[in-house]
């Protein structure tokens, strides 16, 4: 096809996969919204090369894609700032850049930050699965995880053309400062664990990912120890399972869980949760609006 674009993928790093804006409104289904986890940098990839926001983009974890494109195609690399090369060119985070046919993208790790996002002009043309082409790792829905040697055509690019060279964005922090508001389930943790969830530092469990990030500290001890139902999840809710140690969903969430959800991260507070690095640590902080502390079962309690 003459003037067709294809992007082929030569490396993946430890891994990559296709997102876009996600799939809300199955969870009555058992299907959950998925998507990008850093929904602001996918956003600003996609502005960046004049794309619709919700133009499928690549999410990049610790770098290491490597890829080549059959014609020339503006791009845009956001979120985790990761070394990278045109040729033997570097490339700037946050500008568009123009990636000549037959030339390689190569990025290397990242120092700071987890997820990357690559934005192609026109946008990637995959298949939609719910209406959207997001990967959900945990259900299996969507395109695969990218593989050496997959082949991705292009969308044809809009009207618009690419009229910003640097947007300015904050810098990563070293500390993930997270707010947080009770959850439905803030009365089964005794006193002093609800004290804990704020007043201890947390760190990134290795054992994190796409569904949740784990958080080691100090062990969470319940006021309630019974069993659950199944019940709603929502991206951000904080639960506790019985070894204590807290879980904050992310993207690939499930939609039901049986653990109590205590807390819930504030939605504007994720995209710097999805971009926390195993070890690195975390604060949780219950909002202004917030009580000073959740009602615990006990304070419902008359005095006998």
Do not use: K
Not at 1 to 19: F, N
Not at 31 to 37: D, K, Q
Not at 236 to 252: K, R, T
């Amino acid at each position: 096809m003459p003037g067709r674009t294809v992007i082929e993928v030569l490396a993946t790093g430890p891994l990559a996969t296709i997102q876009d804006l996600g799939r809300p409104g199955y969870a009555e289904f058992g299907v959950s919204p998925s998507g990008a986890a850093d929904l602001p940098s996918h956003r600003l990839a996609n502005r960046l090369v004049a794309n619709p926001e919700d133009a499928a983009t690549i999410e990049i974890t610790l770098g290491g894609l490597e890829i080549t494109s059959t014609c020339g195609v503006w791009i845009a690399l956001t979120g985790a700032p990761v070394p990278a090369t045109v040729g033997q060119r570097a490339m700037a985070i946050n500008s568009p850049t123009y990636l000549p046919g037959g030339s390689r993208l190569r990025l290397g790790t990242t120092a700071i930050g987890l997820r990357s996002y690559l934005a192609v002009r026109g946008g990637l043309r995959m298949p939609s699965v719910l209406g959207s082409r997001s990967t959900d790792t945990l259900a299996g829905l969507g395109p695969a995880r990218l593989a050496v040697g997959d082949l991705i055509d292009t969308l044809p690019p809009g009207p618009d053309y690419p009229n910003v060279d640097l947007a300015m964005t904050r810098s990563l922090p070293d500390l993930t400062e997270l707010r947080i508001e009770p959850g439905p389930r803030a009365d089964w943790l005794d006193a002093e664990s609800l004290s804990l969830l704020t007043q201890a530092q947390w760190f990134v469990s290795t054992d994190s990912n796409r569904v949740g990030v784990r958080l080691d500290g100090p062990r969470l001890n319940r006021a309630i120890d019974d069993e659950l139902p199944p019940e709603g999840l929502v991206r951000g809710a904080i639960q506790v399972p019985p070894g204590g140690q807290p879980i904050i969903f992310l993207a690939d969430h499930p939609v039901t869980g049986g653990y109590p959800v205590v807390a819930v991260v504030l939605g504007e507070d994720l995209p710097l949760l999805a971009q926390a690095r195993p070890g690195q640590p975390v604060h949780l902080r219950w909002t202004p609006s917030s009580v000073q502390r959740p009602t615990l079962l006990e304070d419902r309690c008359p005095t006998l």
